[in-house]
């Protein structure tokens, strides 16, 4: 029988199955992704430049997450997006399975189910099917090894080797041991009177050594070391303040993560608190993290999670409703590793039940996980799939970039998609000029060769475009809109 960590792990992947209803695939990088990897499969060899664009075709594209892109695409393969969508709800669900384990070991079941559950809560606004999962899982990894020291440290370098052929966060895990490390050095300075370095340096001789080793470690990948200017690249301001999921919280709507902030700053003052130099440290660096890129509001809460955990059990008496035995009652034999194995094997169940030979039971699992039409143009591709597609190049929302990507048949160029990195600043910076009608908007289109808009019915540019009389509405479903130019697009 699974333990309580294994319980809580099940009980997660069961909830996001049932009450995600496809927000899990409201992002179009799923599908490019998915995209990416089908053509590395093809072709037996990492995506190196662009194949997707006409505005960057054979531009250098360091697809940092190829492993991820890959296994995404083989996943697909078996199972489509539904088992996509499992397959990153069982990453999810062992990644707080976990959470679980190292917090119950500093609190009880009780206090962990609550703190724990906090993080989950807020995790969900980035419950995204992507390859960030993958940083979840392995960033409480990391944590997890931190917190146990000793042989558990040998992890860390294959680990992070691993890591960071699966996403950029392979950084986060660097991080953590740095905290770690920093932690202790302050924690001796303040306490260790006098203090000596020597005795210092022992400490933490060997954790530094197996953090170099995986900084090292990161370098096993197709694009070397030049993996640590990517994360500083993709946050740049111009990225950042375009992209929703890089702009900083927006308190009025997230208040109750303004709420989570004040309750972890209230604790901290309590001195019926314990806090460490450690603590301090993550507290100050997520919420850093957090404050500055809203996409950062989950992982800030499950990193902080133990240090909430022991502020819970200090400053508010819960007393656990999971009893231990005793002689008068005997406890049923429970196992760390049945629950982790039951989620496995059910998803693993799961994605074979929806594969393509096995369309009823596929279609009852749509109606759970349907790919939202709220987030993807599916009627205006469905039309252009089945009719005389406009000649010429299109220009499309950005959001949309990775399911034209993935749905088009035949493919077809797109302007722009997920991939902001790849298509640079300038590309990045016409797109948003084109879309807010700055002045020089309709040069821009013209030196770009657009022929042909695909974009929210509803938007500024639609209903722009439809007044200069130079654009004819083909097509209009009451969310996206095709229009087509009906004059020559060459400058």
């Known amino acids: 029988m699974p333990d309580i960590a294994g319980l809580y792990g099940f009980i997660t992947f069961a909830l996001l199955i049932l009450f995600d209803h496809g927000k899990a695939l409201g992002d179009g990088d799923t599908l490019w992704h998915i995209a990416a990897g089908q ?36 996943v697909h393969q078996h199972g489509g997006l539904i088992g996509t969508i499992l397959f990153f709800f069982l990453i999810a669900a062992l990644s707080f399975w976990l959470l679980f384990r190292i917090v119950s070991a500093v609190t009880n079941d009780w206090v962990a189910i609550l703190a724990v559950s906090v993080a989950l809560t807020f995790s969900m606004t980035h419950m995204l099917a992507r390859p960030h999962i993958f940083s979840w899982l392995f960033g409480v990894i990391v944590l997890y090894a931190l917190h146990k020291q000793d042989r558990w440290l040998w992890v860390l370098p294959p680990l992070t080797a691993l890591w960071a052929n699966l996403h950029g966060g392979f950084i986060l895990g660097l991080a953590l041991q740095g905290l770690f490390l920093g932690g202790q050095l302050l924690d001796d300075f303040f306490t260790e009177q006098p203090f000596s370095f020597k005795t210092t340096f022992k400490t933490i001789r060997r954790p530094a ?116 035995a005793t002689k008068e009652g005997a406890q049923l034999p429970t196992s760390p590793l049945s629950g982790p194995l039951a989620i496995i094997i059910t998803a693993v169940i799961l994605c074979m039940l929806v594969g393509p030979s096995h369309t009823k039971s596929r279609e009852v699992a749509e109606t759970f996980l349907p790919l939202p ?119």
């Open 39 to 74: 053509h590395m499969l093809k072709t037996r060899a990492i995506l190196t430049q662009d194949i997707f664009s006409h505005t960057a075709l054979g531009k250098p594209w360091t697809a940092h997450e190829w492993l991820s892109e890959v296994i995404m695409a083989g």
């Open 209 to 324: 050594t197996f953090m170099l080793l995986s900084a090292l470690a990161a370098g096993i990948n197709p694009f070397g070391f030049s993996l640590y200017l990517f994360p500083f690249h993709v946050a740049s301001d111009v990225f950042a303040q375009g992209i929703v999921e890089w702009l900083p919280p927006n308190f009025q709507e997230q208040w109750l993560y303004r709420i989570y902030l004040l309750i972890v700053l209230l604790f901290m003052s309590l001195k019926s608190v314990p806090t460490t130099w450690t603590d301090r440290l993550f507290v100050l660096f997520f919420i850093n993290a957090s404050l500055t890129h809203q996409r950062y509001m989950g992982i800030a809460t499950v990193f902080i999670c133990p240090y909430f955990a022991r502020m819970l059990q200090s400053s508010v008496r819960i007393a656990s409703p999971f009893r231990p």
């Open 373 to 491: 039409e709220s987030s993807h143009p599916i009627k205006a591709v469905a039309y252009l799939n089945q009719t005389v597609r406009p000649e010429g190049k299109i220009f499309n929302n950005y959001a949309w970039g990775g399911y034209l990507i993935y749905a088009l048949d035949p493919a077809e160029k797109v302007f722009i998609d997920g991939r902001a990195d790849m298509y640079g600043e300038k590309i990045f910076k016409d797109y948003r000029k084109i879309v807010s009608l700055d002045e020089g908007a309709d040069k821009l289109l013209k030196n770009y060769g657009i022929d042909w808009v695909l974009f929210p019915h509803d938007s500024v540019l639609v209903r722009y475009l439809k007044a200069t009389g130079k654009w004819q509405e083909i097509y209009s479903d009451g969310e996206a809109s095709i229009l087509r130019r009906l004059t020559a697009s060459s400058p």
